[in-house]
T-cell receptor, first 114, second 111 residues
């Protein structure tokens, strides 16, 4: 089965701790994305990557970091510098060569920091 | 900052009616537009993409695009209670390979 997996589904951390969210895809998509969603709001872009070993900041990158060492994987680290880390985090991927830009989402990780 | 605007709703329609969801966008050179459905507590699911002016139909869904008016809409015919969800409009950014999302319209279909 092809798809995008995110783990864990729920994550609880204490303030001041870094935490890494996993995102893996077996769709052979080149591009991967991380979004954050707060209650009642749309998705805001954190980071995106079009190719292995390259990534760009999105609109709200402060306090986050990413890596793209493998095509299948795009982990997101929420650092202690992120002021309001509690949110629903969504990973997505897309094909780039067709230029349709359709993005497909994983199930998400709900992070709670207290 | 490019903007995508949607009425937050809720939009309430009776079962069997047509639901009409609207979205406006600020970047007049945008070329690619998407509608996602998001059930409460779940991730967004792509239901329609549209790239050319006019209508695009897929089953009970019709996407309508008017680039001159910077307006994209989604019609859902024969609405069912299972269509109750938040519908997100997304627009492909010019200058980067990413999407900008609206905040979504919550649709309630009353049995």
């Amino acid at each position: 089965d092809g798809g995008i997996t995110q783990s864990p589904k729920y994550l609880f951390r204490k303030e001041g701790q870094n935490v890494t969210l996993s995102c893996e895809q077996n769709l052979n998509h080149d591009a991967m994305y991380w979004y954050r969603q707060d209650p009642g709001q749309g998705l805001r872009l954190i980071y995106y990557s079009q190719i292995v070993n390259d990534f760009q900041k999105g609109d709200i990158a402060e306090g986050y970091s990413v890596s793209r060492e493998k095509k299948e994987s795009f982990p997101l680290t929420v650092t202690s510098a992120q002021k309001n880390p509690t949110a629903f985090y969504l990973c997505a991927s897309s094909i780039t060569e067709t230029r349709t830009y359709e993005q497909y989402f994983g199930p998400g990780t709900r992070l709670t920091v207290t | 900052q490019k903007e995508v605007e949607q009425n937050s709703g809720p939009l309430s329609v009776p079962e069997g009616a047509i639901a009409s969801l609207n979205c406006t966008y600020s970047d007049r050179v945008s070329q690619s537009f998407f509608w996602y459905r998001q059930y409460s507590g779940k991730s967004p699911e792509l239901i329609m993409s549209i790239y050319s002016n006019g209508d695009k139909e897929d089953g009970r869904f019709t996407a309508q695009l008017n680039k001159a008016s910077q307006y994209v809409s989604l019609l859902i015919r024969d609405s069912q209670p299972s269509d109750s969800a938040t519908y997100l409009c997304a627009v492909k950014d010019t200058g980067r390979r990413a999407l900008t999302f609206g905040s979504g319209t919550r649709l309630q279909v009353q049995p």
